[in-house]
């Protein structure tokens, strides 16, 4: 009997320390041996079900019928239900309970989430798709964990003025939103956007955060989304968009805007990573638009439209590898198109070729590239660019896409062709004593994404190193540069650039035209000031390194560059902020400068 006594007395102090740790208030207790269920049925969850989520921290209620959200399930995290849950069962243990995490809803017939939703804080995901819910509580922005909430098919029409600060993915498509629910702007975590086959007429304004935004199916008539440094993804199909402006979205890879009104389509300007641009069953009759817009497509679908003819700059996006131009009124081909070794499908059905038989379009891509190259002369071959040297690939530069080269002197011109045949996308150059960029670097355009120039004798970059579209990481550290030519300004992909240690007097003109530089350094140079309005322009920036110059006012209006999240300013000139503000890093930094940004 005294060790019956000593063994519940310490099972009573164990239940009390879990409790303690999980934040729960309450007496401990003994487990109990009632034996109580619920019959589980409609609205009604079973104890062993609650049970069984307590265990697992997952409650799934799908397609039960239920027309409300049982009582229970609001209380799970409640220290009274616990206790009577855990004491009922046999098996369920204090240490074995976990906070509930995520609760699946969907496929029923709830009306209504009620405020007692707080309750749930532990809450990651909610999932309450195919219910006919006309509101959710205020309460829900109680839920502070909650990162994916799933809505979908309901019939919502507005959502409430706040939200949980979490959240990351929003399903809200197929219900009934007539207006763009403001509340979405606020939500600086939100990474994915559902709201298709709602009743939309605009897209208001995107969170800063946003990666992807589907609003296919609405009534939407135009479509303008501008300076955003994170949308990857844009769908807005079937909807009857006539006019569209995109523009200065750096990130931006996929575009959808098939089955619309579109007649023609605006350059899609400082939209360098953009790779599929699908614009199917619309009403375009001119691809012009193309020529400026994207230097990185790797799809291309037109179509189902009224296009007349291909332009030869297809010719060269050398990232190509589907062009769709099924039903169209095209007449003619270019034969350059034939030369695109990339290029993997080419659609061209139902458009009145003159020049190519029915059967070689029936044969399929190859066929047609096989075709089209015949009718290119040696003349025309020549004037395209570089050839490809007839050499074997070094294995091991074929493998790494990379090429260093350290030694001083001149540099074997096989290498060049190695580089070339190997497509590489990596290329260093470093301690090389050179004077002037070697001109066999802009033959690799097509493929060159990161370029290593530290540590040479440059006085100057030529024209030329504006035709590398494809760039995204440029060092030119330690050299005895003083500025940058107009052409720097076209290299859209840029993101990565290292100007340090050099003899810049300002940051050049042609770097606040790059839209998606989100790492900019230029310490150790001779900067007497800095032009704030201009940076802001940079809606990417991250990283800004302006150390060890000789910046004599650090405005505060860097503290309102969209994206930036590191500011390096030690060993200037200026004397305030402070030493002690800029030891402290910085976040506290641009807390400083933003309180000294002029009110308006």
């Not at 993101?495 to 007097?505: I, Q, S, T, V």
Request: aromatic residues 4%; negative net charge; glycine residues 4%.
């Amino acid at each position: 009997q005294h060790y019956f006594i000593q063994s519940n007395l310490s099972r009573s102090t164990e239940s009390q320390e879990i409790m303690a740790r999980r934040g729960i208030r309450g007496k401990p207790f003994l487990h109990g041996s009632r034996d109580k269920s619920v019959v589980e049925s409609g609205n009604s969850v079973s104890s062993k079900l609650l049970v069984n989520a307590l265990r697992s921290g997952t409650l799934n209620l799908q397609n039960r019928e239920m027309t409300m959200i049982p009582e229970d399930v609001y209380r799970l995290n409640d220290p009274e239900l616990l206790k009577t849950l855990v004491g009922e069962s046999d098996e369920l243990k204090w240490w074995e309970t976990e906070p509930i995490n995520k609760l699946y809803l969907c496929s029923n017939k709830i009306t209504t989430v009620t405020p007692a939703i707080a309750g749930l804080n532990s809450l990651t995901l909610l999932d309450i798709r195919d219910n006919q819910l006309e509101s959710i509580p205020e309460e829900l922005s109680q839920l502070e964990v909650l990162t994916r909430l799933e809505l979908s098919h309901n019939r919502l029409t507005t959502l409430p003025a706040t939200l949980g600060p979490a959240l990351q993915h929003i399903s809200l498509n197929n219900n009934e939103f007539e207006n763009f629910p403001a509340v979405l702007s606020t939500l600086r975590s939100l990474q994915a956007l559902d709201m298709r086959e709602n009743k939309l007429t605009s897209v208001g304004e995107l969170p800063c955060s946003l990666q992807s935004l589907t609003v296919d199916g609405n009534k939407l008539t135009s479509l303008q989304v501008e300076d955003h440094p994170t949308l990857t993804s844009l769908v807005a199909n079937s909807n009857t968009i006539a006019t569209v402006a995109i523009s200065n979205l750096p990130k931006l890879k996929v575009l959808s805007l098939r089955i619309n009104r579109l007649e023609q389509v605006p350059p899609l300007t400082k939209c360098p990573q953009l790779s599929e641009l699908l614009l199917g069953k619309n009403f375009i009759s001119s691809l012009q638009f193309v020529e400026s817009s994207a230097p990185s497509l790797v799809v291309l679908d037109v179509s189902d439209n009224k296009v007349t003819s291909v332009p030869g700059f297809i010719t060269s996006l050398p990232e190509l590898r589907r062009l769709d131009l099924s039903n169209n009124d095209v007449n003619h081909l270019p034969p350059q198109l034939g030369l695109m070794d990339n290029l993997e499908a080419l659609v061209v059905e139902g458009n009145p070729l003159r020049t190519i038989r029915r059967d070689i379009i029936a044969k399929g891509t190859v066929a047609i590239k096989d075709y089209l190259k015949l009718k290119i002369s040696p003349d025309e071959l020549e004037e395209l660019g570089p050839t490809i040297p007839d050499i074997a690939p070094d294995e091991v530069m074929l493998q790494t896409k990379a090429l260093a080269l350290s030694q001083q002197g001149p540099i074997d011109p096989g290498l060049w062709d190695q580089a070339l045949v190997c497509g590489i996308v990596r290329l260093s150059v470093q301690h090389c004593a050179l004077a002037q960029v070697p001109e066999p670097v802009f033959s690799l355009k097509a493929t060159l994404q990161e370029l290593d120039l530290s540590a040479n004798n440059l006085q100057s970059l030529p024209p030329q190193i504006g035709s590398l579209h494809h760039l995204r990481k440029l060092n030119v550290i330690n050299n005895k540069l003083r500025d940058l030519p107009p052409e720097f300004s076209d290299l859209c992909s840029l993101e990565d650039l290292n100007l340090g240690h050099n003899k810049f007097e300002a940051i050049p003109e042609s770097v606040y035209s790059l839209t998606s530089l989100s790492n900019f350094i230029v310490s150790n140079n001779n900067i007497s000031s800095v032009e704030a309005g201009k940076l802001v322009q940079l809606s990417s920036l991250m990283c800004l390194d302006l150390e060890n110059n000789n910046i004599g006012r650090l405005p505060p209006e860097l503290s309102l560059i969209p994206n930036i999240r590191t500011l390096l300013v030690m060993g200037n000139t200026f004397k305030i902020p402070r030493a002690d503000v800029l030891a402290k890093g910085s976040t506290e930094v641009l807390a400083w400068l933003k309180n000294k940004v002029p009110q308006p």
